[in-house]
């Protein structure tokens, strides 16, 4: 017998799925955003192995130096700031 959506619902903690509380991501929208930049990268529907290999090089070599400008304090901020001020309304939401 399958189970219902709200027998899954009633039966999983809200630990699992609520963020209220909870100051990280709350979407999978950066892995999205990634996925999207490594399809428009490749610019190929299917490539093949070695093209993909080299272009994750090129990103993991890409994501190094910007954790290095991170750590020496030059690197731009990751959000938007309309997301930033939208974190900030939700933080102070929460507050109240």
């Known amino acids: 017998m399958p189970f219902s959506f709200w027998a899954i619902y009633m039966a999983t903690s809200t ?50 130096l910007d954790l290095q400008a991170q750590k020496n304090g030059n690197l731009k901020p990751l959000n938007k700031m309309k997301f930033r001020k939208l974190e900030e309304r939700l933080k102070n939401a929460k507050d109240r």
Do not use: M, Y
Request: charged share 20%; no cysteine.
């Open 15 to 64: 630990k699992i799925w609520n963020h209220f509380n909870t100051d990280r991501t709350r979407t999978a929208n950066h892995l999205e955003g990634w996925h999207a930049a490594l399809n428009r990268s490749i610019s190929r529907p299917k490539p093949n192995i070695f093209v993909l290999i080299t272009e994750i090089k090129n990103q993991q070599q890409n994501f190094e």
